[in-house]
């Protein structure tokens, strides 16, 4: 009897059969999350470091899901980018995004921009600008204060002729934005090319660089190139004043990371921002 029940056990394997059964049903729940409306977009800001000012804020997306609670995008957007509904969630957090700037601008706040990431099999979807272009006048909306993120990896890795996409939203006004930037294998070389305005520097350049020499030599050099091909280069996930004097003295413009603010729900920014802004 023991032997059968170990056999069982073993074939069963309860941690893959979990994980597929989760799969499943995340791939169900997907649709409808977008259609009843459990997708979140939390805000993050941004500040430069010259003027102390609030430049912009990413936005984030979370699920907030009816049994399994608050769901990270970690947990759903590889499946989203597999199962080909990682286009519904873009144009959601899009949408989401130029609804936001067309309120700020309503309520006469001073214009912000906020950035939308997009993934690999975005840029590889040629009606990307034209929906972009459709959003951006039914609320009309500046596109300078809309951007795009896209990874490194993720421009390395889309067969389609990234640039021309590229080139092609750049064409409506829109601002791009490298994500990740230092983890891909694209080179240096190769930025230059692109169409780009700003540079996020990946947080693992970032993360205790006050405490390593040799990660504080790698962030100067690319805060260098960056700002020599002239854009705008942003340190990402600052968590501590001594990384944040660390990338001030390496020059960067911009700072996001949890020492300035948590990514946050509209609200909570709006909020955030007054006070921030009342200083
Ligand atoms: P990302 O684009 O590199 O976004 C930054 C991530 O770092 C966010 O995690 C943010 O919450 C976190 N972060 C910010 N500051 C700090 C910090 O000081 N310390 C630490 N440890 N982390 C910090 P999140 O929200 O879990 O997002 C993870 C990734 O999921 C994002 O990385 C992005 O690649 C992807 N993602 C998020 N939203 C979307 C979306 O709407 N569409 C797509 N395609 N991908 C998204
Ligand atoms: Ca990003
Ligand atoms: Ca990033
Ligand atoms: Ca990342």
């Known amino acids: ?52 000012r609030i430049t912009g804020a990413e936005a984030l997306v979370r699920w907030q899901h009816p049994q399994r609670g608050w769901l990270p995008p970690g947990d759903f957007i590889p499946f989203a980018e597999r199962s080909g509904r990682i286009r519904q969630i873009t144009d959601w957090m899009l949408a989401r995004a ?42 009309r909306v500046d596109p300078a204060q809309l951007q ?34 230092g983890t891909g294998q694209s080179s240096l070389a190769y930025l230059q090319h692109l ?3 700003e540079l996020k520097i990946d947080r693992s350049f970032v993360q205790d660089v006050d405490r390593d020499p040799r990660r504080q030599a790698l962030l100067k050099s690319i805060v260098g190139v960056g700002q020599g091909l002239g854009l705008t280069v942003t340190a990402e996930g600052v968590e501590n ?17 949890y020492l300035l603010a948590r990514p946050m729900d509209l609200r909570d920014f709006e909020s955030w921002r007054g006070s921030a802004t009342a200083e």
């Not at 170990?6 to 979990?18: H, I, L, S």
């Not at 004043?241 to 990371?257: M, N, P, S, T």
């Open 98 to 139: 130029v609804r936001t700037l067309a309120e700020w601008e309503a309520q006469g706040q001073e214009p912000l921009t906020i950035a939308v990431n997009i993934s690999t099999l975005d840029i590889q979807d040629q009606t990307l600008p034209a929906r972009l272009a459709a959003l951006l006048s039914e609320y």
């Open 148 to 181: 795009l993120e896209v990874t490194e990896t993720g421009l390395m890795a889309s067969g389609a002729d990234p640039i021309a996409v590229l080139n092609a939203l750049k064409a409506w006004g829109v601002r791009l934005a490298i994500d990740d930037f």
């Open 241 to 257: 004043e001594a990384e944040l004097a660390c990338v001030r003295a390496c020059g960067c413009d911009l700072v996001q990371g």
């Open 1 to 52: 009897e023991a032997k059968r029940l170990r056999q069982a056990v073993a074939v069963y394997n309860p941690g893959a059969e979990a994980a597929r059964a989760l799969h499943l049903s995340l791939l169900s729940d997907l649709a409808a999350a977008i259609q009843q409306d459990q997708l979140r977009q939390f805000l993050q800001p941004k500040r430069c470091l010259k003027t102390g």
């Open 195 to 197: 169409p780009v305005d």
